[in-house]
T-cell receptor, first 112, second 114 residues
Framework: KNEVEQSPQNLTAQEGEFITINCSYS?????LHWLQQHPGGGIVSLFM???GKKKHGRLIATINIQEKHSSLHITASHPRDSAVYIC??????????????FGKGTLLTVNP | DGGITQSPKYLFRKEGQNVTLSCEQN?????MYWYRQDPGQGLRLIYY???????QKGDIAEGYSVSREKKESFPLTVTSAQKNPTAFYLC?????????????FGSGTRLTVV
């Protein structure tokens, strides 16, 4: 069983729609990252969360530590938001606090 | 602008040949990492380095080697011992290992072994 699960695996939306991508994890963590990977392959860090909520432009990320769950929301989606969104966690303890454990990603396609 | 440069973007090699992937950063970061990405799987850690002249194996180090002779550079060699080397390779860095900083990623190298 993967320690980090994302849903959905694939998501297709129409421009302007509100989008939610979910991430659940089964281990104790010190931080959770949301990353964006464009078709060329490069990855951009969107958010790093350890509690609560963060907002940047049309992107909002929330985390519930007790429920071991995080969501990434995109408001007023646009075709340029089309990318793979990846959730990654930094697991606590065992000397592994340097390492990220990644979900498999959610492929988002936003149609005009 | 500071960032990570990976080169080349695409690399083709014949089976049995060693190949070295370049990763250079001008962020003055202490820690650097190599990850491998395969279709349908999450990124997996190959090697990481906390400081010059030191590096540690990650989860899938077999068939790979690294060096860290300069703070800015962390090249990865894919050796002929790596059973399935065709993949997308990403280099990343953080100011220090174990601190709560965000990661900076390179744009990746897609390696195809034929």
């Amino acid at each position: 069983k993967n320690e980090v699960e994302q849903s959905p695996q694939n998501l297709t939306a129409q421009e302007g729609e509100f989008i939610t991508i979910n991430c659940s994890y089964s281990v104790g963590i010190s931080a959770l990252h949301w990353l964006q990977q464009h078709p060329g392959g490069g990855i951009v860090s969107l958010f790093m969360l350890s509690s609560g909520k963060k907002k940047h432009g049309r992107l909002i990320a929330t985390i519930n530590i007790q429920e071991k769950h995080s969501s990434l929301h995109i408001t007023a989606s646009h075709p340029r938001d089309s990318a793979v969104y990846i959730c990654a966690v930094r697991i606590t303890g065992g000397g592994s606090n340097y390492k990220l454990t990644f979900g498999k990603g959610t492929l988002l396609t936003v149609n005009p | 602008d500071g960032g990570i440069t990976q080169s080349p973007k695409y690399l083709f090699r014949k089976e049995g040949q060693n190949v070295t992937l370049s990763c250079e950063q001008n962020l003055n970061h202490d820690a650097m990492y190599w990850y491998r990405q395969d279709p349908g799987q999450g990124l997996r850690l190959i090697y990481y380095s906390q400081i010059v002249n030191d590096f540690q194996k990650g989860d899938i180090a077999e068939g790979y080697s690294v060096s860290r002779e300069k703070k800015e550079s962390f090249p990865l060699t894919v050796t002929s011992a790596q059973k399935n080397p065709t993949a997308f390779y990403l280099c990343a860095s953080t100011p220090e290992v174990g601190h709560y900083y965000g990661y900076t990623f390179g744009s990746g190298t897609r390696l195809t072994v034929v």
